[in-house]
């Protein structure tokens, strides 16, 4: 375990617990429990800039100088609040996105935004998204994406499973989720079709904007479970110091992808390639295993791979 993993267990399980004894479903609340941390070790600021890919970065963005990435800052890890002031974005995908800026040789500047905001303001807003976006057909008509990753859909229940919930019958139960993921679009959409179909109540979805309030109320009991992706629940069970435990095991692995606004193939091409170069000299696996997810990398980067969904 590394000194940062060590600081992100100690202080995000404090945080969480407290949170979980009062109750709180604040979103600036629960940012702030679940981003207790310090930046990552890894020194994504020694990566030189590439000159050949630097030479292709758009003109316009050159002129710029910065590449805005647009991220959902409340999914750890991958993307959440912490460092110092527990208001600087941190995570894998901002590690890798400064990697990739490195190497084009431009300084990154991470906004926070709503998920399901990201998508349509790739291309006027922001230059790329890398914010655990699972690459679906739906979403692929939307964005451009740069495979990364892969990851499966887990779900998790309150340690010991109090409210005996079965993903076997899941019609009427109450179901905590994330808005706009595919958690919630795909999966519990198919599934509630099948309730509907078979004459038993709809599910009682609890959509909510941040992750980190969908963890909590699952942890007060609010809700029976929750889906998310595999890395997430991980952390999560982690973080609440064990008071929740899975359910199941991870399901329809896919690969995750950092968006590009479907216009620009050519800059996202570009994106392929740094991710590549990051991939090959070990710098990707290292930021990976920094935050305790190597396990999900992939050997190649790919533009808009095929998937089944």
Known sequence: MTAKSILLLSTGLLAVAALALTGCTNASQQGAAASASSSSSFNVSAIQKDDTL????????????????GSDTSYAPAEFLGGSDGQTPIGYDVDLTKAIGALLGLKVEVQSAAFTSILPSLGPKYDLSASSFFITN??????NFVSYLSAGTQWAVQKGNPKKFSLDDVCGRSIGVQTGSFQETKDLTDRNAKCVAAGKPAIKVVSLQNQTDVTTR??????????AGSITIAYAITQTKGQLETLGDAYDASPVGIAVAKNDLPFTDLVAKAMNKLIENGDYKKILDEWGVGNVAIPKAEVNPDVPK
């Open 54 to 69: 630097a030479a292709a970065v758009p003109q316009a963005l050159r002129d710029k100088g910065t590449l805005v990435m």
């Open 138 to 143: 739906q979403r692929k008509q939307a964005a």
């Open 218 to 227: 699952l942890v007060n009991g609010n809700v029976d479970a929750m889906p």
